[in-house]
Nanobody, 124 residues
């Protein structure tokens, strides 16, 4: 069983920054590819960013490319999402997810484990 716990969410003004963390436990983290998804009120959950098990490959949704950076520290069993130049439309609950599938994955069904989410609110 894998446990994923997100943290770092909060309220920030437009243009500001936040860094989300996702701490993993329960199996060998360095074998998991990881992803971040988000769900805004009244909308479907959508892909944000993904990173391969080694960290050597990353992939982003067009809406966050150039503003968000996904990274990981396998020694700390943690994946991060650095969010810069935040916009009100980035307001959502952010979830991290884990998969043993290789590479970077952008589809929800490709992920096996999910965290409980952390709220990010960007005020205008």
């Amino acid at each position: 069983q894998v446990q994923l716990v997100e943290s770092g969410g909060g309220l920030v003004q437009a243009g500001g920054s936040l860094r989300l963390s996702c701490a993993a436990s329960g199996r060998t983290f360095s074998s998991d590819a990881m992803g971040w998804f988000r769900q805004a009120p009244g909308k479907e959950r959508e892909f944000v960013a993904a990173i391969s098990w080694s960290g050597g490959s990353t992939y982003y949704a067009d809406s966050v490319k150039g503003r968000f950076t996904i990274s990981r520290d396998n020694a700390k069993n943690t994946v991060y999402l650095q969010m810069n130049r935040l916009k009100p439309e980035d307001t959502a609950v952010y979830y991290c997810a884990a998969t043993r599938r290789p590479g970077t994955r952008s589809k929800q069904y490709e992920y096996d484990y999910w965290g409980q989410g952390t709220q990010v609110t960007v005020s205008s």
